[in-house]
């Protein structure tokens, strides 16, 4: 299969292409992944910039606490691996199909030609990961706000000996550090 230039253009640049900018594109590689397989795995290098063309994925990271814990589920349209694409630096978590998945790939050698000679095409491909960040921060703040004003009513809701203990414990603390420096001078 080759890559399907009218779906990109409908759904990652929302435009029609030029001809020339078409064939700037061809540079994506087009991957096919059986359900169950690692379409990225944690720790590997993070040289190339996914789309997710077909198929839903899911993103896992092993959390200290919960073990292993799925962040967020991939669907069509998705741009995903663009934090250790533009930083250049090792995965973070991984992403498995859940289905068969279709994955374009643009590695970070064929981005930097696309800046030098496309450099539309790479503002509509920053722009693209720029609205992926921005949903991802804005999922967080519905998800986390919630969960920071449950534990602030429960800080609210301590005793008031329980909130002076660590005030009291720097006092005593740096008054003792104080007193050993007095001490250590008059000698």
Known sequence: MSVDMAWLEENIFKKELPDSKRQALACLKEVTFA?????????????????MRSGRAKVEDNNRYEGRVTLTEIEPGTVFG??????????????????ECVVYSLSQDDFT?????????????????????????????????????RLNDKTNKLPLI????????????????AFVSLRDLSY
Do not use: C, W
């Open 82 to 99: 663009e934090l250790a694409f533009l930083s250049n630096r090792s995965r973070t978590a991984d992403v498995t199909a859940m289905e």
């Open 113 to 149: 030609q696309l800046m030098k000679h496309h450099h539309e095409l790479a503002y509509a491909i920053l722009i693209t990961i720029l609205e992926r960040q921005t949903s991802v921060i804005m999922s967080q703040r519905i998800t986390i706000a919630p969960i920071l004003r």
């Open 35 to 51: 359900s169950g397989e690692k379409i990225i795995e944690e720790g590997q290098a993070g040289g190339t910039l996914e789309i």
């Open 162 to 177: 329980v909130k002076l203990v660590p005030i009291i414990f720097t006092l005593i603390y740096f008054g003792g550090l």
